[in-house]
């Protein structure tokens, strides 16, 4: 079998011209989205994912701002910053792009930014109420593979997942929102013994473990749906994932690709994250 591969850029660029309508919509009714993203450094892996970011907000139409500072900036500094954008109506998402620097305390930056404006998902606010089967911003990886399970017609229920990699961002999210579409759930992670016996009983199996070639044609069953979240980059400079793609593809029913699978789903769902929070402030 050779599997279909699910283009993640195709379904990106019908989701992105439906959220230009929107926005366009929006701005009719005077609400023009905005998104500030805030960076601490420059880091070039972080560079790259919001220039990536920043094109997709103004394709759709998204006011989009960088606001850059250096590494040294203090937490308290940073601190009062987002404490200004959660007041700032022209905002209504706020991203503070992580990794930041080792002075600064990950969760409290993540807990200053106000839920409503959290388009990243990541506030212990909406993982709460995501847990809890309530509406709320989903972190834009997990969102993003759901919606192209949704897209290609994969209904979870009753399917045995299986997540490798357990991150707050995309692993341990990921299986809940499976769960609540009724799929047995399994994770799995760097302690996990003989990880090939349980990947191979995955119907859909979602890798975010951040190790290349992780997954190899011989660790999927055949005909399974394969989500490869890895974002590596291989012994010559290529972008590559967690799965071997070659090999897996011979196996599988579905793949994603890397490039051009997880990743422009993911900046597409923090653009839609935008535009509902956007919406809630219609008056
Ligand atoms: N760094 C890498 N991916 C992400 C992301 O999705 N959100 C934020 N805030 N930082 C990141």
New binding site residues.
């Given amino acids: 079998m050779t599997a279909s591969i699910i283009s993640g850029t195709e379904i990106a660029k019908q989701t992105r011209s439906q959220l230009a309508k929107e926005v366009a919509q929006l701005r009719e009714e005077g609400v023009a989205p905005g998104l500030v993203i805030i960076l601490v450094g420059d880091n070039p892996?972080?560079l790259s994912?919001i220039k990536g970011k920043r094109k997709a907000s103004e394709e759709i139409g998204i006011d989009f701002k960088l606001e850059q500072f250096p590494e040294s900036l203090s937490e308290e500094d940073l601190l009062r910053v987002i404490d200004s954008y959660n007041e700032d109506s022209r905002f209504h998402g706020i991203?503070?792009?992580?990794?930041l620097p080792k002075h600064i305390d990950e969760i409290a930056v993540i807990e200053k930014i106000s839920p409503e404006k959290d388009v990243?998902g990541?506030h212990p606010v909406n993982l709460g109420r995501m847990l809890t089967g309530q509406k709320c911003f989903l972190?834009?990886?997990p969102a993003g593979i759901m919606e192209m399970l949704r897209i290609k017609g994969v209904d979870p229920a009753g399917k045995h997942a299986v997540v490798v990699g357990r991150s707050n961002?995309v692993g341990k999210p990921v299986g809940q929102l499976l769960l609540k579409e009724n799929a047995t759930v399994s994770y799995c992670h760097s302690r996990t013994r003989d990880l090939s016996s349980i990947t191979k009983q995955a119907d859909i199996l979602v890798v975010a473990a951040g190790k290349a070639n992780l997954i190899t044609g011989n660790d999927i069953k055949p005909g399974a749906v394969v989500i490869d979240v890895g974002m590596n980059r291989n012994e010559h400079g290529k972008l590559c994932g967690d799965v071997a793609f070659d090999e897996a593809k011979e196996v599988a029913s579905l793949i994603t690709p890397v490039p051009g699978g997880v990743g422009p789903m993911?900046i597409t769902m923090?653009a839609y994250n935008t535009v509902e929070a956007a919406k809630k402030t219609r008056s």
């Fill in positions: 892996a972080s994912y991203l503070v792009q992580l990794p990243d990541f972190s834009c990886t961002i993911t923090l």
